[in-house]
């Protein structure tokens, strides 16, 4: 079963080999898009001071870290979706669903979810406009491509 819960400084570690696998895992199937691919999400120091700064969850299957998020509070009803991994092993079983109903049924307030991804970033996209968010736009000369969803 999906669980999420707020990361520790402690998590650091693991939540930065994560998503070392996940990028890698995307950079290898798509290609490294921009300036050779994200950046800081390799660094031990970058991730703790996501955790220490915003709001890092952690995904977790049983008691195992598999993922995770971070949400950047834009206005009082409004977040944005940060840095959403899942360990590339977990990948194909309906988990990323899973954790975006648990992060929105979490944050029942919440009327507008904003994110951004890279264009090459092709399953995820396919993921958020399964979820109900819309492309809304490009940036970057269509390097990235920002979506929102509009909760009732």
């Not at 977990?90 to 954790?99: A, D, P």
Request: aromatic content about 12%.
């Amino acid at each position: 079963m999906i669980k999420l819960q707020e990361a520790l400084i402690t998590d650091a570690k693991i939540i930065t080999e994560i998503k070392k696998e996940a990028y890698n895992d995307e950079t290898r199937r798509f290609g490294p898009g921009r300036d050779g691919g994200p950046t800081g999400y390799d660094s031990i120091e970058e991730n703790k001071r996501l955790i220490d700064e915003f709001d890092v969850y952690k995904i977790l299957l049983s008691k195992q870290i598999i993922g995770c998020f971070w949400l950047k509070k834009e206005g009082q009803y409004h977040y944005e979706l940060e840095d959403f991994c899942i360990h590339p092993k977990h990948h194909n079983k309906g988990y990323g669903k899973t954790v975006m109903i648990l992060m929105e049924e979490m944050l029942p307030y919440i009327k507008k979810w904003t994110l951004g991804r890279p264009h090459y970033s092709v399953r995820n996209q396919h993921l958020y406009e399964k979820m109900g968010y819309k492309k809304i736009g490009e940036v970057e000369d269509g390097f990235l491509f920002l979506y929102e969803k509009h909760c009732v």
